[in-house]
């Protein structure tokens, strides 16, 4: 009897999905992200063929899966070196508290918490592993009108 064909999109997953990629610290970074972002660990991480490192792990956030891995010898992928290539935007009811808790634990500030005009309020930090996180709640519902001259002002602030 033929088997019925798996689903193109498994269960729990999303269309798309961060892959984060570490240089020899993906351990430690699953390990900071379970305390400061309270990521729950989806199964446990699959070490690489040396047993030094992480050849795969996924961890949820919210509603969210996020992989990560170890570079390892003949992979494309690197983990970032003077700056991220990517960053991660993270929706969360009380974006003040996990920022906080982010830079209490060793996160570098890259943006301060601000109430920005397309109606959230986020901050950036940067992780100790060279990837960055914006930090949001949505807060407010805004015009396309409020939002352009939101945009306008901001603009002109940074010319200054």
């Not at 570490?22 to 063929?49: H, L, Q, R």
């Not at 991220?84 to 982010?102: F, I, K």
């Not at 920005?116 to 519902?141: E, L, M, Q, T």
């Not at 805004?142 to 901001?154: H, L, S, Y």
């Amino acid at each position: 009897m033929p088997q019925e064909a798996p689903k193109s999109i498994p269960d729990g997953m999303h269309t798309i999905t961060m892959h984060l990629w570490f240089n020899g610290n993906c351990k430690k970074a699953i390990d900071f992200y379970e305390k400061v972002f309270e990521a729950k660990s989806v199964a446990p991480p699959v070490p690489t063929p040396d047993g030094k490192g992480v050849m795969h792990a996924m961890l949820k956030i919210g509603d969210s899966n996020l992989m990560m891995a170890d570079a390892w010898p003949k992979n494309w992928e690197q983990g970032p070196k003077s700056s991220a290539t990517a960053s991660l935007w993270l929706y969360v009811e009380d974006c003040d508290a996990l920022y906080n808790r982010a830079v209490e634990a060793g996160c570098e500030v890259v943006e301060e918490m601000m109430d920005a005009f397309w109606g959230d309020r986020n901050g950036k930090v940067k992780d100790p592993f060279g990837h960055c996180w914006s930090i949001a709640s949505n807060k407010w519902i805004v015009t396309p009108e409020e939002m352009q001259e939101g945009m306008n002002e901001w603009l002109k602030s940074l010319k200054k």
